[in-house]
């Protein structure tokens, strides 16, 4: 099967919209590979902290990104042997990741790592420009939202079931610092690609969620 004719489901939203658990699941159900982009931010931004890199030196960032030693078995996620599934998802690395993503050179070196996903017989593909950028011609591109107050209310309860303590008032402001400045960098900005299909599930559980997404990709294979 050539690359470019494998079908991928892009499917991009803000912080906790939910799209994580939508897109694992869909792709659970049609069977095609599930590529998590915002790990491989996370991942930069790990290393980048571990290491005391300088967090304005884009090039030095960029550099980590190019080589990032991480792979992806199941759903745990490796960095140089290390299992860093629940490190990655530290309110600092997420931070993090969100700063670092503002940068030309660190979003082009992830480019070609993110294409790699790309197999046969499908992908679900999870992140903020997945539809608008790192596949502009994927059949079918979901755009997943929810209100800020629903979305922090999520993550709230995320944290609480791992046994992490929460605060709202500081996941809010996390939220929407984190929002603005996804929705408003220069390059590859947090909005809806051309022709995607926006799915607010501020009131929607995720089976509902996974059910309109399956339901537009059979419209869209018909
Ligand atoms: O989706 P997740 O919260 O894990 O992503 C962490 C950060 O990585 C986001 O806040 C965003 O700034 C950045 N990101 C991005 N482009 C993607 C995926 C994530 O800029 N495709």
Do not use: C, W
């Given at each position: 099967m050539p690359t470019h004719t494998i079908p991928v489901i892009a499917i991009d939203g803000p912080t906790a919209s939910g799209k994580g658990t939508v897109a694992h699941r869909v792709a659970d159900k049609l069977g095609f590979h599930y590529l998590d982009s915002g790990a491989l931010y996370r991942l930069t931004a790990l290393m980048a902290l571990r290491r005391g890199t300088d967090l304005a030196d884009e090039h030095a960032l960029a550099k980590l990104a190019e080589h990032l030693p991480c792979s992806f078995t199941g759903s745990s996620v490796i960095l140089s042997h290390e299992n860093v599934t629940d490190a990655i998802r530290a309110?600092?690395?997420?931070?993090?990741?969100?700063?670092?993503?503002?940068?030309?050179?660190?979003?082009?070196?992830?480019?070609?790592?993110?294409?790699?996903?790309?197999?046969?017989?499908?992908?679900?593909?999870?992140?903020?420009?997945?539809?608008?950028?790192?596949?502009?011609?994927?059949?079918?591109?979901?755009?997943?939202?929810?209100?800020?107050?629903?979305?922090?209310?999520?993550?709230?309860?995320?944290?609480?079931?791992?046994?992490?303590?929460?605060?709202?008032?500081?996941?809010?402001?996390?939220?929407?610092?984190?929002?603005?400045?996804?929705?408003?960098?220069?390059?590859?900005?947090?909005?809806?690609?051309?022709?995607?299909?926006?799915?607010?599930t501020s009131s929607m559980t995720a089976d509902q969620a996974v059910e309109e997404v399956l339901k537009w990709y059979a419209a869209v294979i018909k």
């Open positions: 309110e600092e690395v997420g931070n993090t990741a969100s700063k670092i993503a503002t940068f030309p050179a660190v979003r082009h070196a992830l480019t070609g790592l993110q294409l790699g996903f790309r197999k046969a017989p499908g992908l679900v593909a999870d992140g903020r420009d997945m539809g608008s950028v790192i596949f502009p011609h994927a059949p079918l591109k979901v755009f997943l939202t929810a209100s800020v107050d629903a979305r922090a209310d999520r993550r709230y309860k995320q944290l609480i079931d791992k046994g992490i303590s929460a605060n709202m008032e500081d996941l809010l402001m996390d939220l929407r610092a984190r929002d603005e400045r996804d929705t408003n960098r220069a390059i590859a900005p947090l909005i809806p690609a051309e022709g995607a299909h926006v799915l607010d």
